[in-house]
């Protein structure tokens, strides 16, 4: 094959989602970086092949990105796969492919599944203008920056996250933007797949009680021209939440009259 990196999506779940060109790609290459070398065996070992592998994950990636990089220079070939969905989507194959393209180095895709448009096409949501957000960080500071600056965005927001965060998220969700319709997609093209339409509220109570397995895609309804303007209670209410998960009364009071326009000493007292 000729010498250059082959962008690989790989199943998200079901091994039969696998394309004939993904097989013959990975057949063909000189090696392959995966972002857990075990996870890329069982996958290669399905489909019978045996392959070189370079591990290329987050705590590597300049490092190997120049060793990589340099082989493909040397001549070699070399696809680049995640454990799931297509390589540099909230994954840090980004760097490598960015690496390449200021090399001069050929990069070549061979599609495959990728959770969040899977996600968006069983979800009900509305799929026209949508904003894909990844991973929310896990500094409390970065999560409330991130989410303050999505609270006028009109297009339906698309978000990554792990079951063991899914709770925090859906109260940050819930105390930035109020009541909103979200769709909880998880375990796609798994047996256990499930598509969960409801409301943030509700959403919350279920998984106060009910323990969340499966990775998630969540897909959270536009702010609405119509939405209702939030009630002077209201505001005290969404700002008890916050304190409630360990902010400071004060604080809470500052950040909930930010976001809906209620006075920061009127929510204060309240609090108090």
Do not use: W
Not at 2 to 25: C, H, M, Q, W
Not at 38 to 46: I, M
Not at 196 to 214: D, F, M, Q, V
Not at 230 to 253: C, D, F, H, Q, W
Request: hydrophobic fraction near 40%.
């Amino acid at each position: 094959m000729s010498a250059k990196l082959y962008v690989v999506g790989t199943p998200i779940g079901n091994l039969g989602d696998f394309s004939p060109r993904a097989v013959e790609t990975l057949e063909k290459v000189d090696f392959i970086a995966a972002e857990d070398t075990r996870v890329t065996l069982k996958l290669l070992n399905h489909f019978g092949i045996k392959k070189e592998m370079v591990s290329y994950f987050e705590h590597n990636k300049r490092e190997r990105g120049e060793i990589i990089t340099a082989r493909i220079l040397g001549g070699e070939s070399c696809a680049i796969v995640t454990d799931a969905g297509m390589p540099a989507i909230s994954d840090p194959g980004e760097e490598l492919v960015k690496q390449c393209r200021e090399l001069g180095i050929e990069v070549e895709s061979v599609p495959g599944p990728t959770a969040f448009a899977t996600a968006l096409a069983v979800s009900g949501m509305e799929t026209g203008r949508f904003t894909f957000e990844g991973f929310l960080s896990v500094s409390k500071k970065s999560r409330r920056e991130h989410l303050e600056e999505l609270k006028n965005e009109k297009r339906t927001m698309v978000f990554y996250e792990a079951p063991h965060k899914l709770v925090n998220t859906l109260n940050d969700f819930y105390n930035t933007f109020g009541e909103r319709n979200i769709a909880l997609v998880r375990e796609l093209t798994k047996i256990h797949e499930e598509v969960i339409r409801t409301t943030l509220s509700k959403a919350i109570k279920k998984y106060e009680t009910e323990n969340p397995k499966g990775e998630f895609v969540l897909i959270l309804e536009g702010k609405k021209e119509t939405e209702e303007i939030i009630t002077p209670e209201k505001a005290v209410e969404m700002a008890r939440a916050l304190v409630e998960n360990g902010m400071s009364v004060n604080a809470a009071a500052k950040e909930i009259a930010s976001s809906t326009g209620v006075k920061k000493n009127e929510i204060y007292k309240a609090l108090l």
